[in-house]
């Protein structure tokens, strides 16, 4: 595992559903684990600003989660994506 080489370190909702503090500290050892092997921590259901604030004053900056938006078919996706793509082209 040491020599395989990996870009983050994803935490998914059961990890940060943390509610006591020693739940927290799991978090937050995680993150610090993930930030000084130099990998983004990736937090998975993020549903509200507290959350996210809660793991940003903890070092994390990368978040997915309802927050951010709910999940759509992939084909939306890509829909969305090639017209935000197009319209930066026609502006540049």
Request: aromatic residues 6%; neutral net charge.
């Amino acid at each position: 595992m040491l020599k395989t080489p990996a870009a983050g370190s994803v935490q998914d909702r059961p990890v940060f559903r943390a509610v006591d503090a020693s739940d927290k500290a799991i978090v937050s050892t995680i993150i610090s684990m993930a930030n000084s092997l130099n990998l983004q921590a990736i937090v998975k259901g993020v549903d509200t600003e507290k959350q996210q604030q809660l793991l940003f004053n903890k070092g994390c900056t990368h978040y997915q989660g309802y927050l951010f938006g709910k999940p759509i078919p992939i084909t939306r996706f890509e829909d969305t994506c090639g017209s935000a793509l197009d319209l930066e082209n026609t502006t540049n």
